[in-house]
């Protein structure tokens, strides 16, 4: 079953009210899947032949290094869509694996279904080109973090980035878990890392307060490779 409720906060979906939604979707074919927590949604390299939004739950997208590594690119929350921006092209299919975090509801839109709402319908295409605009964007910033070879580097770029050139102190909204998963690490490899920082002094923690107490010794780190 459609939930329009949630769908009206789509990116995909936003500025159409529920009313409009159930007139759009009488005229084409959809279908609505379930899984359940850590089942496999779709698989990297799977052809990608429907738009896919969550309406119930999130999922996480996986990749897996050279060196056998699972790495964790990010999480999906309702009522996000997946791969949206690899739906058209000669290459369509799923740029990652893409598996259940808890109980998940799907819409699946059929790819000619969903192109005759953005032949149809305005506000779906201004949506679409700037959720594939914004995907684009992430994916670029993304690279960019995952060419930084070593953990500290990593770290210094995800502090400095939210610190900017206003602020010293930044409060971590990630777990060390949370954070190993996205850089693709161990724990307790990240927590020695954290350590070493303070030690030499580029850093201070407080609890999830970090104050970059030499920003410039940071910038460094970038400079000797």
Do not use: W
Not at 11 to 18: N, Y
Not at 103 to 124: A, F, G, H, M, W
Not at 199 to 219: F, S
């Amino acid at each position: 079953m459609v939930n329009f409720n949630v769908l009206t906060k789509s990116p995909i979906f936003k500025g159409l009210s529920e009313e409009e939604l159930k007139e759009l979707f009488g005229h084409i074919l959809f279908r609505v899947k379930y899984f359940k927590k850590d089942d496999l949604i779709a698989c990297s390299g799977d052809e990608l032949l429907s738009l896919c939004v969550l309406q119930k739950g999130s999922a996480r997208g996986e990749m897996i290094d050279y060196s056998g590594k699972t790495l964790k690119i990010e999480d999906i929350e309702t009522p996000k869509t997946l791969a949206s921006a690899f739906l058209f092209g000669k290459k369509n299919r799923f740029p990652v694996t893409v598996i259940a975090n808890n109980d998940v509801e799907l819409l699946s839109i059929p790819k000619p279904e969903y192109l005759n709402l953005l032949q149809t319908n305005r506000t779906i295409l201004n949506n679409y080109l700037n959720t594939i605009s914004s995907r684009t964007q992430f994916l670029s910033e993304k690279l960019h973090f995952l060419s930084f070879k070593s953990i500290k580097e990593k770290i210094a770029n995800l502090l400095l980035n939210m610190a900017g050139s206003t602020y010293h102190s930044v409060e971590l909204k990630y777990t060390q878990q949370q954070l190993a998963d996205l850089f693709g690490v161990t724990r307790p490899s990240l927590a020695r890392v954290f350590g070493k920082m303070q030690d030499e002094g580029l850093i201070k923690i407080n609890k999830r307060t970090i104050t970059l107490t030499n920003k410039k010794g940071l910038n460094e780190l970038f400079q000797k490779n």
